[in-house]
């Protein structure tokens, strides 16, 4: 399992995320995630607001990857793993404090478990695995 430094936390908090999943046939999905934000070292947290594509594709197979970039600074990362889907306990209730006063109810807290990071830095390192 790979692990999020500071600089990757700080990016996390200061940027927009986008998730990219895939379902049982192979088509992609994509949007952003204003909620991503880090749980932990090794894991990210969302609040699932619309219950749409993101949502059925996690449910149908949990694959996932969030990528955060800051284009001024030319840094990013990629960050794969599985993800699964909270309605009820924790993560949850964690999901529904954060929304307080900002937005609605969620659907579910999404909770992805980081197995690799990619470096999303231009020039030689662009891509390459930072951490497995």
Same mark, same amino acid.
């Given at each position: %399992?790979?692990?999020?430094?500071?600089?990757?936390?700080?990016?996390? =908090?200061?940027?927009?995320?986008?998730?990219?999943?895939?379902? =049982?046939? #192979?088509? *992609?999905?994509?949007? *952003?995630?204003?909620?991503?934000?880090?749980?932990?070292?090794?894991?990210?947290? &969302?609040?699932? %607001?619309?219950? #749409?594509?993101?949502?059925?594709?996690?449910?149908?197979?949990?694959?996932?990857?969030?990528?955060?970039?800051?284009?001024? =600074?030319?840094?990013?990362?990629?960050? #794969?793993? +599985?993800?699964?889907? &909270? +309605?009820?306990?924790?993560? &949850?209730?964690?999901?529904?404090?954060?929304? +307080?006063?900002?937005? $609605?109810? *969620?659907?579910?807290?999404?909770?992805?478990?980081?197995?690799?990071?990619? +470096?999303?830095? $231009?020039? $030689?390192?662009?891509?390459?695995?930072?951490?497995?």
């Amino acid at each position: %399992m790979a692990k999020l430094n500071q600089a990757m936390k700080d990016l996390i =908090a200061g940027e927009l995320s986008y998730i990219a999943t895939v379902d =049982a046939n #192979g088509n *992609p999905d994509v949007g *952003p995630k204003i909620s991503m934000r880090v749980l932990d070292d090794e894991h990210l947290i &969302y609040n699932e %607001m619309t219950g #749409g594509q993101t949502q059925a594709n996690i449910n149908d197979n949990g694959k996932a990857i969030v990528a955060v970039a800051n284009a001024k =600074a030319l840094k990013g990362f990629r960050f #794969g793993g +599985t993800a699964k889907l &909270y +309605t009820d306990g924790p993560y &949850y209730e964690q999901a529904k404090e954060w929304a +307080t006063g900002k937005f $609605p109810v *969620p659907k579910g807290a999404g909770v992805i478990t980081i197995e690799k990071i990619w +470096t999303l830095d $231009p020039g $030689p390192k662009a891509g390459k695995l930072f951490e497995e």
